[in-house]
């Protein structure tokens, strides 16, 4: 899709959960014209705007869409709903069990981020559910999960399993075929300099209400941070990812918005923060204060950034269809970087730290887990062997 097309703009003005009057008109005017609807409907799924797109409609104009279309947004609206609700209610079991046998655990993204930043759970779909908990708890949660009929992707034992949290940051539950849990103990998907963990979060954590019992969740500002290193780790591929940012960045105070400069220095991704919030700014009009204006105007690297992502948003032929050993060896994950350590760092980290890939293929006893990291150098070099025999 063209960034420059009457089906992107619709898109990204129903990418919010209020339209201001302005937006409701200019929305109408669009959706009551010539659009190829196909495509925006495709785009808005893959985008995981279905349910915003629908909701947003509903209230303008869906009964000027054609009858395809508008049934086909609201039959993806509903399935959305019912897979949330039933997502909503297994998290609530298993954050019981988990607080039954003393494992903190907060739960981020999912359901929790739909209430934080659209106030309705049906709004945002999502696939899995994602818990932080301590190293310490991982083997106690693992066996609760277990005796509630979860299948983990990897059978290890104790000894296994304190080998490969060293390695990797997570580990991934199914229950049949649809509900999927994972287990992280550390937030950013060891993406950063500095591991993020549990402990790292202020205390004492507020709640929300997900359907019949409060559940914890991430800081306001610790969620804001997150979500934009989240998003730059997956390059922003999702235009869904943005309007979170920019719907939690509506209720953000000034005072907040210092600390979370201050949190994205601290967490050595501070380039990261500044890059989300030029994207939503530019996209969706996302409103900042004079202190991340000036902040954003001060880095010249962002634009050539900026530019890079807006260009690779809507031109993939499918949103994560890419190569995503290739997507982390790109050159932007370097630029956007805060310094030349971190750079070196994670380059170190993307060759040689063993990730779950090696640990899948290859079933070693904990003595011997030292071999996943030459194992990890040997999968690269193939991987990279196979890639210039394609290209010839």
């Not at 201001?20 to 929305?27: D, G, L, T």
């Not at 708890?137 to 999960?145: K, R």
Request: glycine share 4%.
């Amino acid at each position: 899709m063209n960034l420059e097309t009457n089906e992107f703009e619709l898109l990204l003005l129903c990418a919010r959960r209020d339209l201001a009057y302005q937006q409701v008109a200019m929305a109408k005017e669009f959706a009551t014209g010539r659009l190829d609807w196909e495509l925006i409907f495709e785009t808005a799924t893959s985008h995981n705007l279905h349910s915003l797109l629908y909701r947003n409609l509903k209230k303008i104009c869906l009964d000027d869409l054609p009858s395809e279309t508008a049934n086909a947004l609201q039959k993806s609206y509903m399935t959305t709903a019912a897979g949330n609700l039933v997502m909503s209610v297994a998290l609530e079991k298993i954050l019981d069990k988990f607080a039954g046998q003393g494992v903190a655990a907060v739960p981020f993204k999912g359901p929790v981020l739909a209430l934080s930043a659209y106030q309705h759970l049906s709004t945002r779909g999502f696939n899995d559910l994602d818990i932080l908990i301590k190293p310490a708890d991982l083997e106690t949660a693992c066996g609760i999960l277990k005796d509630s009929g979860y299948r983990p992707e990897l059978d290890l034992d104790a000894a296994q399993l304190s080998a490969f949290t060293c390695h990797e940051d997570n580990l991934t539950f199914y229950k049949d075929s649809r509900i999927i849990i994972e287990l992280h103990w550390e937030l950013s998907g060891l993406y950063l300099t500095k591991p993020v963990g549990l402990r790292d979060l202020q205390s004492p954590l507020k709640s929300v209400k997900l359907v019949e019992h409060e559940v914890p969740q991430l800081p306001a500002v610790t969620q804001l941070v997150y979500l934009c290193v989240h998003g730059t780790k997956h390059m922003w591929e999702r235009l869904e990812w943005l309007s979170c940012i920019h719907e939690l960045a509506a209720v953000i105070t000034e005072k907040q918005w210092i600390e979370a400069l201050d949190l994205a220095a601290a967490w050595q991704c501070r380039r990261m923060f500044l890059l989300a919030f030029k994207l939503s700014r530019e996209l969706l009009g996302t409103e900042l204060p004079k202190v991340m204006r000036a902040e954003i105007d001060a880095d010249p690297c962002l634009n050539k950034l900026d530019c890079y992502l807006q260009q690779r948003l809507f031109h993939a032929s499918q949103v994560g269809s890419t190569n995503e050993l290739k997507n982390r060896f790109s050159l932007f994950h370097l630029q956007v970087r805060d310094n030349a350590s971190d750079r070196i760092h994670y380059l170190l980290r993307l060759l040689f730290r063993p990730t779950k890939a090696e640990w899948c293929f290859l079933s070693l006893p904990a003595s011997l887990s030292f071999c996943y990291y030459a194992l990890r150098s040997l999968r690269l070099m193939i991987a990279g062997v196979r890639r210039g025999k394609s290209k010839a």
